[in-house]
């Protein structure tokens, strides 16, 4: 097999969960959303998983179900905020599971939670994998949950962090991000992703970067940024047109050279407005550029 590996990240609203009475039209299109991508998809990091844990998990089996066809298997990380669960899809056997760390387990420490360990085909040597949701209302619980994940950019360490950051990443050179104009939402909408009162300059109204700034100066590499892109991962009727990118794929220091940057792709279309009110972004790898990297902290 070739040294590429497709990596993408989708925020399904609700799960495509529609009532609660076992309608679900929205999930059942997600094999046609999947594959639109060439080639195949090796990873999917999948957020929202709204009642995937309910009644045996038959949403999660239901979803596995649909992308069995693309060879993908589920690993579902239990949200400790309520019922949207984060869920990993992988090709099996080209990655290989090792370890799956939950918060119901025993031992987990607070920095390892939802992450999963693989063995990959073409790499040699352990990766290290994490969906993530953070939250929306808050840029304090953002910070937080930025710190806990720093470790995973230190040398040596293959690691791929993907989903719904809820904030923007800060401006590199070359690449400025898309601030929304906050003051065109209703008052109630504001401050969910802006700065909190007393951190604001000048009492102006602006984007809350400090999470994902956090993770860039730890070392983390985004892949729109690679490619230049700062197309919005929301729908262009989603808060008032002022929807910006804040769902992201990001990689370790170790994997960063190893992203193709025009691969990365957001991707706007109609069928991706009818599933979810997030769009789905992709990026490929090419393994064959790496060195064979050190063993993962434990």
């Known amino acids: 097999m070739s040294g590429n590996l497709t990596v993408l990240s989708l925020n399904l609203e609700a799960g495509g969960w529609d009532d609660h009475h076992w309608r679900r039209p929205r999930l059942n299109m997600l094999p046609d959303l999947v594959g639109q991508v060439p080639g195949g998809v090796d990873v999917l990091m999948f957020q929202e998983g709204k009642e995937y844990g309910f009644h045996g998990q038959h949403l999660r089996f ?3 179900r649909l992308l069995a066809p693309f060879g993908l298997r ?5 949200s400790v905020r ?12 080209r990655l290989q599971p090792l370890c799956h760390y939950t918060p119901d387990l025993p031992g987990v420490f607070h920095d390892q939670v939802g992450w999963l360990r693989f063995h990959v085909e073409g790499l040699g040597s352990v990766l290290a994998v994490r969906s993530v949701q953070w939250a929306s209302w808050n840029g304090d619980i953002r910070l937080d949950e930025a710190q806990k994940l720093t470790r995973y950019a ?11 950051f809820n904030s923007l990443w800060p401006d590199c050179p070359g690449h400025k991000e898309f601030e929304p104009d906050w003051e065109a939402l209703p008052p109630h909408k504001r401050t969910h992703k802006t700065l909190a009162p007393g951190l604001r300059p000048d009492g102006r109204l602006l ?3 400090r999470a994902l700034t956090v993770l860039a100066e730890a070392g983390f590499v985004n892949a729109g940024c690679l490619a230049g892109d700062p197309t919005p991962t929301v729908h262009s009727d989603v808060d008032h047109g002022q929807g910006s990118r804040i ?3 990001l990689f370790s220091p ?3 050279p190893a ?6 792709r957001v991707w706007a279309n109609d069928l991706g407005e009818k599933i979810s009110d997030h769009r789905m972004v992709s990026v490929r790898v090419d393994l064959t550029r790496l060195s064979k990297p050190d063993r993962l902290p434990p």
Do not use: C, K, Q
Request: aromatic share 8%; hydrophobic share 45%.
């Open 62 to 64: 239901h979803a596995e």
């Open 74 to 78: 589920s690993f579902m990380t239990r």
């Open 82 to 93: 309520g019922e949207l669960h984060e869920l990993l899809f992988v090709r099996w056997p």
């Open 154 to 164: 230190a040398p040596g360490v293959a690691a791929i962090i993907g989903g719904d």
């Open 207 to 209: 984007s809350d970067r």
């Open 247 to 249: 769902d992201h794929i």
């Open 254 to 256: 170790l994997l960063a």
């Open 259 to 264: 992203v193709i940057p025009n691969s990365y």
